[in-house]
């Protein structure tokens, strides 16, 4: 066994604890203080991770742009993510908007703007202002017109009871102005005057409203007839 | 390097400063680590992996120690795809043994000491060293990293880890004693 000054010993390289180990790997060693027969070995390691070189980095400016130019792609791909939400809001807010819009529950200036530029793509909406119909209009049949009208018909023609009492038999919308025209003149109608308020409630749906006192005359006096035709197949 | 943190956050946002500051600190070590095992390709892989640093800087989470491992982790892998492409394309490789008998040596101690050039230094280190000892080294020495970084990125245990190193500088020592006394 050799002594730790013996020449051949420091030119054999002594043996190296983990620690000096480690540090002679991250080039925290310089070749001076190195153990023996490791200062070339330091020198090694220390020139490995030298310092960059203007030549290594001659290529810098291209290298940093590149980067530069990925990371912004990469960025504004990330953007139409929060884009495409926006427009999944907008189109929510679409739908949404108008549903609230038919069904009245927005406020009024809100209401008359969405009806006004609705209107302008061809939906109809109501108004604000617009007073909401006690019935569904939106079925679309020709009793839901005739019911708005059926208490004035009562009122402006006496005489042609209970337009909407009988449509307010024919249909479940209708059931409001019937009644009233029930407690004005219903005791005094019979089957027959029913018969033909039936048959007017079908003419006035198909009619304008202003027409509809005098179709329903008509189509009173024609239901009459009809009754009795009627009748006398039963017979 | 700047406190990492700030670096990268400015970086992520493609500050250019940042950016500078990244690549003096990666892409010189990527050139000499590729050259030590791909010399043909080193600025291309370096290259390739930077820009891969560059894209992939948002989900790094850690501090200095682990953004070197990482780092370290995406060149390799380029060396690795690089070694795989080769070996498709079937072309030979070069052999350590020959980069050993072209190179001249003198007083590998006053050279070293006067004007050790780093790419001289990691070939020699190549040339000396088998593949494994040679990787290790690097690896500490190049990234920078702890011996259980390197065990992960290499897929060994630290205890190999440890015996690689200690048995590649003694062998860097007997190569560099060797030269010394040889006329």
């Known amino acids: 066994m050799s002594r730790w000054n013996d020449p051949l010993h420091e030119m054999r390289g002594a043996r190296i604890d983990e620690g000096t180990l480690d540090r002679l790997l991250q080039g925290r060693i310089l070749p001076d203080d190195a153990p023996p027969g490791y200062s070339a070995v330091a020198s090694i390691l220390v020139a490995a991770a030298s310092r960059p070189t203007d030549v290594e980095l001659r290529l810098q400016g291209p290298h940093v742009a590149a980067a530069r130019e990925a990371i912004g792609r990469r960025n504004r791909r990330r953007r139409p993510g929060a884009l495409g939400l926006a427009t999944g809001l907008l189109v929510l807010l679409l739908l949404v908007v108008p549903g609230l819009a038919a069904a009245k529950l927005l406020p009024e200036p809100a209401q008359n703007a969405v009806t006004t530029v609705l209107k302008k793509v061809g939906i109809t909406l109501p108004d604000a202002d617009q007073p909401t119909a006690p019935a569904s209009p939106s079925r679309g049949e020709p009793g839901g017109t005739g019911v708005a009208n059926s208490s004035d018909l009562g009122t402006h023609h006496p005489t042609t009871p209970s337009a909407g009492a009988k449509r307010s038999s024919v249909e479940p919308g209708a059931s409001q102005g019937g009644q009233q025209d029930q407690g004005e003149q219903g005791g005094q109608q019979d089957q027959g005057e029913q018969g033909g308020q039936q048959d007017q409630g079908e003419q006035g749906g198909q009619q304008d409203q202003g027409e509809q006192g005098d179709q329903r005359d008509q189509g009173g006096q024609g239901g009459q007839g009809g009754q009795q035709i009627e009748a006398d197949q039963q017979n | ?183």
């Open chain 2, 1 to 183: 390097m700047a406190d990492l943190e700030h670096v990268l956050s400015a970086a992520r946002a493609g500050d250019e400063d940042a950016l500078a500051d990244l690549y003096r600190s990666l892409y010189p070590r990527f050139v000499r680590y590729a050259g030590a095992v791909v010399p043909s390709s080193a600025e291309d892989v370096a290259a390739d992996a930077w820009l891969d640093v560059a894209r992939s800087l948002g989900r790094f989470r850690g501090d200095e120690s682990d953004f070197r491992a990482w780092a370290f982790t995406i060149v390799r892998r380029r060396v690795l795809d690089l070694r795989r492409t080769t070996a498709r394309r079937r072309t030979d490789p070069v052999d350590p043994a020959d980069l050993r008998d072209t190179r001249e040596t003198g007083n590998v101690e006053d050279e070293a000491l006067v004007s050790l050039q780093a790419s001289w230094a990691i070939d020699l280190i190549t040339s000396t060293l088998s593949n494994d000892q040679a990787e290790v080294v690097l690896l500490r020495v190049l990234g920078d990293l702890s011996v259980d970084q390197v065990a992960d990125l290499l897929g060994k245990r630290s205890g190999t880890i440890r015996v690689l190193q200690h048995r590649a500088l003694r062998r860097l020592e007997a190569a560099l004693r060797r030269e010394r006394v040889t006329p």
